[in-house]
């Protein structure tokens, strides 16, 4: 067999590029070397186990060091010799380290700005400026350290492979969390220091909506996610009432009214008018209204502005922001959300598609969905807005697992038991340490698994074996187990790592704005106040694990997506499991892959050689999504996709396709919404295409555009949604995601 092999495989890659003969004895000693190192010691014929797997999978003539490496670490594996492979990678480990010049290449890519999928890898900043590549540096290298010095092998193996995904692993040794709900109405009402200032109690709308702005990017600085406000209208109204009351006081100053007086006249809505025919103590509070709603119309379009302007981070990168709203019924409330929503549509500079903040209309039925529902309008306008502007997106908070029981109409702080979401999908609700909300509470890390690996391991057995059908699921659900108790495990060690830090290190985070923090002191640890975050079980590519297993996927056939919701329900259960074993609020999540839609068919076609129709497009379906290329109704595909939302509660999103007519038609968008709300889908939007002129920023909805009608320039690109959030430019995308965004198709 060996000289069969030596036959087969003539050369070996090495990592300095130079070409030396295959040396199976290599291979064997290393094996045997690892075997000894474990307590069972050697085992009859295990590393010709290996070396007869590297014949049977490896049929070119040329091979790198690197892919052996993981051929080998895959096979001890699969012959339930987890003891030697963990030896065995603790051995490459550490050569690893001392071999680390290949960051050096890394570096020198990013000097050289080349377009690939390290400074491709987010689409919300460019690694091109000076401070975006000082980012960039700083990314890989410690990405290096977190593989080096706090994985422990065997999750970097798995990581490496493909089998699963850590994410942010640049972030890791920061200690950082994900993502944060801000509890805006305690900033508001109490003040807070960044850095040299200190900021105190806002005294008009405008104050309110900088101070917002200030707690988004104060708070993505010392995080690696996005952040969320989670009760936006709720946060807002009280200093529209103190906007008004100073514009009253001038009007009553300048025209010699009663101030007191007319300051308790009763405000029910407020909606600007002509003054012409008002006289007296109506056309001085109308003149208040009038100036008060310019006023807050200001205020949101300066809040659109500073969200699409501020600089978080190096690479010119915005804050990830996202706000929540919609079931504040006071006038002032709706005040905040009629003029921000004018303002989304009316757009930023020349009339620009704002990027941020991600919108999130909440729906909620006796509030805003039909007909005589205190805030319906606004439903509407908002509907009319997503037509033209992508957000808002809309939560359902009807749906049987967004409810809480103790959410009451006449409740001044409902808003406290709402479920909010970040725009990308995450959602935090449940808490076993802690009170049931989403305010001032986010997620600390999560982890993806690729599910089109384990089915397409388990086909390769049933190729071999010729395996039952009972026996394929089960070898199956082993894997799937596996992994999911993998990456519970290697989730635990990140939090334990996460909650050694101290407060000083999150001076806003802590002190304002996590649940509980205010209460710490700065060298106390955060492990008190963590525990209420998520940790989530992410996974990608469920439609290309049942065209695997099941021949279809669960868009075009019943039984398909039988399978596909009990491999999701087997995930859940899991998960609930975790949380019951660790004590800590382990969920499920449909995970948002950007750069992670490449890199896991990538993997499997460097194991699996290329499986048409499987790894053979330059990415994998998002989470449970129907793929992107079938074509069916709306109302099929959001059927199809609404019973994953009540098992994901990590997070979750719906996708419509339209085409570039939305605008013409937005009542259509209402009517997508009602049922959405009707089938239960959790978090829900609409895509639909706007062509860009680069040159002068000009936008139309007519998808087939080639010149520019205001310029007459021909550079045109398409504003679209990546995974939760829109790019300006689709130049940012890494080509998984161009490739993607070339197969939608519209849904009818």
Not at 39 to 58: C, F, R, S, W, Y
Not at 292 to 312: C, L
């Amino acid at each position: 067999m060996i000289l069969q092999m030596m036959n087969t495989l003539q050369e070996v890659i090495k990592r300095d590029k130079c070409i030396v003969p295959f040396c199976p004895e290599k291979i064997i000693q290393a094996v045997e070397k690892a075997e000894k190192a474990t307590e069972p010691g050697m085992t009859t014929n295990l590393a010709q186990k290996v070396l007869d797997a590297l014949h049977t999978q490896i049929q070119q003539r040329q091979i790198s060091v690197d892919e052996i490496q993981d051929i080998v670490e895959m096979e001890l594996v699969k012959n339930e010799r987890l003891d030697v492979a963990t030896a065995y990678i603790l051995y490459h480990e550490e050569r690893t380290k001392a071999r680390n010049g290949k960051s050096f290449e890394t570096i020198a890519s990013i000097i050289r700005a080349e377009s690939n999928d390290i400074t491709k890898e987010n689409a919300n900043m460019s690694a091109e400026t000076p401070s975006g590549m000082m980012m960039k540096f700083a990314s890989e290298t410690t990405k290096a350290y977190t593989t080096a010095e706090l994985l422990k092998p065997e999750h970097h193996f798995l990581h490496r492979t493909g089998a699963i995904h850590i994410h942010d692993l640049d972030y890791y040794p920061t200690r950082s969390l994900t993502c944060l709900q801000h509890p805006l109405d305690q900033l508001l009402k109490n003040g807070m220091e960044v850095n040299h200032a200190a900021l105190r109690r806002p005294k008009g709308i405008h104050g309110a909506a900088i101070m917002a702005c200030i707690s988004l990017e104060t708070a993505q600085n010392e995080m690696h996610g996005g952040q969320a406000i989670p009760a936006f209208d709720f946060y807002m109204a009280p200093f529209v009432k103190v906007t008004y009351e100073k514009e009253l006081k001038k009007a009553c100053e300048f025209t010699g009214s009663d101030f007191d007086k007319l300051k308790a006249v009763p405000i029910s809505a407020y909606k600007e008018n002509d003054l012409d025919g008002l006289t007296g103590a109506e056309r001085v509070i109308q003149y208040a209204l009038n100036r008060t709603i310019n006023t807050v119309y200001q205020a949101m379009e300066g809040f659109i502005h500073n969200m699409n302007s501020i600089h978080s981070r190096g690479g010119n990168q915005v804050v990830f922001s996202s706000i929540n709203y919609g079931t504040d019924t006071s006038p002032e409330g709706r005040c905040v959300m009629e003029q921000l929503l004018l303002s989304t549509e009316r757009g930023v500079g020349y009339g620009q598609t704002a990027i941020f903040p991600i919108q999130i209309f909440k729906v909620k039925d006796g509030v805003n969905l039909k007909e005589g529902d205190s805030n319906y309008d606004l439903f509407r306008l908002a509907c009319r807005v997503t037509a033209k502007r992508f957000f808002p997106n809309f939560i359902n908070l009807d749906a049987s697992f967004n409810q809480h029981e103790k959410w009451s109409a006449g409740d001044p702080t409902r808003y406290l038991y709402e479920t909010a979401t970040m725009g990308c999908r995450t959602r935090v609700f449940e808490n076993i340490h802690g009170e049931k909300t989403s305010v001032g509470r986010g997620n600390a890390s999560f982890t993806s698994i690729n599910l089109v690996r384990i089915a397409l391991e388990t086909w390769e057995e049933v190729k071999k074996e010729g395996i039952s059908e009972g026996e394929k699921w089960s070898r199956f659900y082993e894997k799937l187990e596996y992994l999911i108790e993998e990456v519970g495990e290697q989730l635990k060690t990140r939090f334990d790592f996460q909650k050694q830090a101290l407060v000083k290190q999150f001076p806003t985070v802590i002190k304002y704005l996590w649940r509980g923090g205010s209460e710490l002191k700065p060298e106390d640890t955060i492990e008190k106040v963590i525990n209420q975050s998520t940790l989530a079980i992410g996974f990608i590519g469920l439609a290309e694990c049942l065209l695997v297993l099941e021949g279809k996927h669960h868009g075009e056939s019943a039984e398909a997506q039988t399978k596909g919701l009990e491999i999701v329900t087997f995930m859940r259960d899991k998960c609930t499991e975790l949380k019951e074993r660790f004590q800590l609020n382990y969920s499920l999540l449909a995970t948002p892959a950007e750069s992670l839609c490449k890199k896991f068919p990538k993997h499997d076609r460097e194991r699996f050689g290329e499986v048409e129709g499987i790894n053979t497009r330059e990415y994998y379906t998002n989470s449970n999504h129907v793929p992107v290329w079938h074509h069916l109704s709306a109302v099929k595909k959001m059927t199809i996709e609404a019973p994953y939302h009540a098992l994901t509660l990590g997070g979750h999103i719906a996708y419509i396709e339209l085409d570039g007519k939305a605008l013409e038609n937005w009542q259509a968008i209402e009517k997508m919404v009602l049922m959405a709300h009707q089938l239960d889908i959790g978090y829900f939007s609409l895509n639909h295409t706007i062509c860009r002129c680069i040159d002068c920023g000009h936008e139309t909805s007519d998808a087939d555009a080639t010149i520019c009608e205001y310029c007459h320039g021909d550079r045109l690109d398409v504003i679209q949604r990546i995974t939760g959030y829109l790019v300006g430019t689709t130049g940012k995308w890494n080509d998984g995601k161009k490739a993607e965004l070339l197969d939608r198709v519209i849904h009818s």
